[in-house]
């Protein structure tokens, strides 16, 4: 128990002690001694792989008296956190030769290692505060490393945006989560069990699916992740693609017991909305990353969609394959940027991103060309590569999910599984398109043979590693088999056997739509195509729907005009304000000095008057009867008299 | 002997009272406001005596007895106070005897 004790503390912090040490280390050294804490790290996940495996490992401690906090590595925690080590390590090692240079490589190590310990403390935190306080470290180090080059305004002001949308989502998970906590008292994420439904367990459910809405960048927060492609492509690949944003998808997963029904419709909805509405906004991009950004957001939308649906088991396949082929189709992007960096210095007006200078590309770039490709087609969905299998699973999930509910609720249910289905040809035909863009046709701008576009151990071998771990055989053994994962049976138990033909359609019309997509893809921007030929010269979309997607829908401008409008109904207000209540406010004023001095009057006259003449009745009846204490003693018998008279008087009568 | 009847007594009492009274309540000087006390006391005297006259034991006339030995006593240490007074404010005027006034 104890030898696992360390056993995690050193895994949960190896990357931060790296990446500290690289930073005390200078900029030449910082590379190599960060891999020095990512490859025993990577190591170490692979035996807490082993161990949780065999046996989930919990430690719960004190915090303080009466209240427990608590790590546990089970089986999911334990793949995602050698998944996270992986991809970290591959991001570590591609760095190194896309940052050359920089005179902050050793503060981006920094960062990186802080990132990823925060990831991993996050997947293995157990007890919802202890996720909370990682959830916003994560969100932190991203801001950090989107921020890296700080020194540019536009990038900082990226970086501040998509930290800012974060915390807005972050506010409803801090409701989830403290409602958890203090009033419902389920305090342990691997304690939840499903609730009687109750106003508050649908207001946490709620605000935990508005945090993942944040941090997976859904529907209507998604803006944020375009933005944050200001960071470093190494960057985009680790924390955008592959590991922090399917945070919220791991969150919903982990939570998904306590999800009433209205919160998983809720979820599937805005699920199935924002893949279908990323996969829109990705078609029309100049910008190679945001493409990847749109199309991350898109698939991001499968896997909440899938948890929403009940196919949990799916969404986490998902969640695992798209690490793979995101982060590898990133550090392609990463390794063309790189490229067309360096032959085109020179040219100040040239910007390296944009695939309007690109084309032609798999001449100089063979082993980015292959392995991209490869990614390309397993985000696609095409049978062979891993993003078939998943994709499957979650396809068929809500069509199952629809036939089950239809009935019951309507049908709209049927409108989100056509969603999955509508963007499942969305995704082929803008990840055709910018294959296509990239590396097929003639180059659109000046292009050369340059001997280390494609360095052996720092680029080649990352993007070889994950285009193997885009294709099938990584993840089942039969390619069609959307239930096959190594690991299903381990974290899921034996997938149940359904007795409907609803998986032979999804599969026939998935595989018929990734083709169709390709080949749509293929006709528009094919090196043939008119199109292509004139795209250099392309000046953005001038169609309403071109326009909408190009502008992902309006959402973040539609932002904005809610603030200006919000500007100019607080100037109205304002006006308002000024003219009519302040003039209310100044007669009320003036009235009340009026009555005050009309009151001041009253209380010189009347009140004053009425002291003054009880004190005037109590000086004369004084004075009058000062006269009978004369001090003379025969006055004084003479009054004694007088009274004994009166006296008998009184008794007598 | 028993001609005169009890009303010509009290009268006469009645008579010696008022004068002691007056003479207390408008004489200038302390001697004559002792003067005063003294008949205003044998009038109760006379009372008594006259009442244990018509009645035949003599509790009344063994008071009035008692009533003029705390006479005499009362005199006596009446007239050493005033003659104090007259002492200490060279005075016996009881309009000159005001420090009890404020």
Redesign the interface.
């Known amino acids: 128990m104890k030898g696992d004790m360390i056993h995690m503390a050193f895994l949960l912090l190896l990357p931060l002690i790296g990446g500290l040490v690289a930073f005390a280390s200078g900029k030449t050294k910082a590379p190599v001694v960060a891999l020095l804490g990512m490859i025993p790290g990577f190591l170490l996940s692979l035996l807490m792989l082993n161990s949780a495996f065999a046996d989930v490992i919990v430690y719960r401690w004190e915090w303080v008296p009466g209240y427990e906090l608590g790590w546990r590595i089970d089986e999911a925690s334990a793949l995602l956190i050698a998944l996270v080590n992986f991809i970290s390590l591959m991001v570590h090692l591609f760095s190194a030769t896309y940052l050359k240079g920089d005179a902050g490589l050793n503060r981006f190590y920094a960062k990186l290692g802080f990132f990823t310990t925060s990831m991993l403390c996050l997947l293995a935190a157990d007890h919802l505060l202890l996720l909370f306080v990682f959830w916003e470290l994560v969100g932190f180090s991203s801001y950090l490393l989107i921020g890296f080059w700080f020194q540019d305004p536009a990038k900082a002001k990226a970086a501040r945006e998509a930290f800012m949308v974060n915390r807005v989502a972050d506010a409803g998970l801090l409701i989830g989560v403290v409602l958890m906590i203090t009033v419902l008292d389920l305090q342990f994420l691997s304690e939840l069990s499903s609730q009687n439904s109750s106003f508050l367990l649908t207001l946490a459910g709620f605000g935990l699916l508005i945090g993942a809405l944040g941090k997976s960048a859904q529907f209507p927060f998604f803006g944020w992740l375009p933005k944050a492609m200001a960071g470093p492509t190494p960057v985009s690949a680790l924390i955008h693609a592959a590991t922090m944003v399917a945070a919220g998808v791991y969150l919903l997963f982990r939570v998904q017991p306590i999800l009433i029904p209205a919160v998983q419709s809720a979820t599937a909805i805005l699920g199935a909305l924002t893949a279908f509405m990323a996969a829109v906004a990705a078609i029309t991009q100049f910008d190679i990353k945001k493409v990847l950004a749109y199309s991350t957001i898109s698939q991001l939308g499968y896997m909440v969609m899938g948890i929403g649906v009940g196919a949990e088991d799916a969404s986490f396949f998902h969640l695992w394959t798209h690490a793979f082929f995101k982060a590898g189709l990133f550090l392609g992007a990463g390794a063309v940027i790189n490229y067309l960096h360096h032959v085109n210095h020179h040219n100040h007006d040239f910007d390296a991103q944009d695939m309007r200078w690109m084309g032609g590309l798999r001449k100089y770039l063979p082993v980015t060309f292959i392995s991209f490709v490869i990614c390309g087609l397993a985000l696609s969905g095409l049978p062979l590569f891993s993003g078939f299998l998943s994709k499957e699973g979650i396809l068929t999930g809500a069509w199952l999910w629809a036939s089950q509910n239809a009935a019951s609720q309507g049908w709209w249910v049927y409108l989100i599984s056509d969603l999955g289905f509508v963007t499942a040809l969305l995704t082929p035909i803008y990840v055709g398109r910018q294959i296509w863009l990239v590396f097929f046709g003639e180059s659109r701008s000046h292009m050369e043979q340059y001997d280390k576009a494609e360095p052996v151990i720092n680029f080649k071998l990352p993007l070889i590693v994950l285009g193997i771990g885009a294709l099938w055989f990584m993840h089942a053994i039969n390619p069609f088999d959307a239930h096959g994962w190594h690991f299903g049976e381990i974290l899921f138990g034996q997938a149940e056997h359904i007795e409907s033909n609803i998986p032979l359609y999804t599969m026939i019309l998935s595989i018929a739509l990734a083709i169709g997509g390709i080949a749509i893809s293929l006709v528009f921007f094919g090196p043939k195509s008119k199109k292509t030929e004139s795209f250099s010269q392309a000046q953005g979309p001038v169609s309403f729907i071109g326009k909408l997607s190009f502008n992902s829908w309006y959402v973040e401008k539609s932002y904005d005009w809610m603030s200006v409008g919000y500007l100019k109904l607080t100037q109205v207000f304002n006006r308002i304000d000024r003219r009519i209540i302040d003039r209310i406010v100044d007669s009320v004023g003036v009235c009340t000095v009026v009555f005050s001095k009309v009151l001041a009057i009253f209380d010189r006259e009347v009140i004053d008057g009425l002291v003054n003449f009880a004190g005037w009745i109590s000086k004369t009846v004084g004075a009058m009867l000062?006269g009978i204490?004369?001090?003379?003693?025969?006055n004084q018998?003479?009054w004694l008299?007088v009274l004994l008279i009166a006296i008998i008087l009184w008794f007598q009568f | 002997m028993s001609a005169i009847p009890l009303t010509y007594y009290l009268v006469l009492s009645a008579f010696l009272l008022c004068s002691g009274l007056l003479m207390v309540l408008i004489k200038k000087n302390a001697v004559f406001v002792l003067l005063g006390i003294e008949l205003m006391l044998n009038a109760a005297n006379l009372n008594l005596v006259a009442f244990s006259k018509f009645n035949p034991n003599l509790d009344g006339q063994i008071f009035a007895v008692f009533s003029v030995v705390v006479a005499a006593a009362e005199a006596a240490i009446a007239l050493s106070i005033l003659l104090n007074i007259y002492k200490k404010f060279d005075s016996s005027d009881l309009d000159d005897l005001n420090t009890m006034e404020y």
């Not at chain 1, 204490?629 to 025969?634: P, T, Y």
């Open positions: 000062t204490q004369s001090g003379k003693i025969q018998l003479v008299l």
